[in-house]
Every structure is written in C-alpha cells, then in structure tokens.
C-alpha cells in the first residue's frame, strides 16, 4: 500500500505541476491585416506628332535640295521604353513606273542613289546620315524614352547637287516604323 500512496502522490503533484506550467507558457499575439491591395501593370502608349503614325512626304526634290523636319515622339505611359526606328518596304520607283514620259523618262529608280537620308535623336545624340537602302536592318536605337516624356526627333534629306536628269519623275517610297520596348 505504501508503493500506491507514493505513486498517488507522486501522480498528484505532477498533475498540480502540469497545470501551473501551462498557464507559464501562455504567449501575447496581434494580427493586422491589409485589405484592398492592387498589383497594376505600367504602360508604353507611343505618340508621334500626336498621332500613330509618322507622315513624310517629299515631293518635287531635285539637285541640291534639302529639308528636315521635326516629328515630336512621345511616350504617352508611365514607365520608360527603348526607342528603335526602322525603315521597312523600300522600293525605287522609275519615271516610267511614275507615268512620267519625255526625254528624261527612264526604267530605272535611280533617287535613293542620290539622296542622303538623316535622322537624329536628342535622346542620345544618335545620327543616321546615308542612303535609305542602307539603314540598319536592325533599326536605328534611338534612346531611352521616359514615361510621358517627348522627345523631338528630326528627319532630314539631301539631294545630291550632282545628281543630274536621271533622278527626273523618280521616286523612293519607304514605310518608317517605330517602336517602343520596355526598358529594363
């Protein structure tokens, strides 16, 4: 009996200890929680001149002649873009494909060889200043454009004051592309 009453009370106090432990484990908590949150992905919207395209048109060039102009390029978004342009579907067009007839009428497109094309950006000083036919196919990087900034970009030409009666009703005719990529 002496061997029950010990192991009664040695069950007794480890019991009266257990509970008492447990109220010494007892820890402090807080939860905070953020409602309403939102991921929003940023914009590239490009503007040239205001619009969605870039509109050159040169006509009556001959020997001698130059011009540029200025098309303001804007990145309408809110992030900043890597500017490229290109020059797609080139094509020399002869006085005769233009209807042109006369002494001076020929078969062959002979403009793009006397006439330098320009392009130059403020963005990074970045000039292209030769024949279209031998723009970059990789097109031209023209800089970093920031989120709503403008930057004017200018398009210039010169006919070549030897070019001669060969380049009389012909004409080049190019699409200009420009592109607007994420920087990153």
Known sequence: MVNKSIFLSLLLIGVVAASAGAGTWATFSDTETSAGNTFTAGTLDLKVA??????????????????????????????????????????????????????????????????TFTVTSPLTGVAFNNKLSEFP???????????????????????????????QGDSTTFDLKLMLVQSV
């Open 50 to 115: 205001g619009a969605d395209s870039i509109p050159v048109v040169l006509e009556d060039v001959y020997p001698g002649k130059t011009g540029s102009t200025t098309v303001p390029v804007t990145n309408n978004g809110d992030i900043d873009g890597n500017l490229t342009l290109f020059v797609e579907n080139l094509a020399q067009n002869s006085s005769e494909h233009n209807g042109v007839t006369g002494d001076f009428a020929d078969s062959t497109g002979n403009l793009d060889a006397e006439m």
């Open 137 to 167: 196919s990789t097109g031209l990087i023209l800089g970093t454009l920031g989120g709503g900034v403008t930057a004017n970009i200018t398009v210039g030409y010169v006919v070549s004051p030897d070019a001669g009666n060969n380049i």
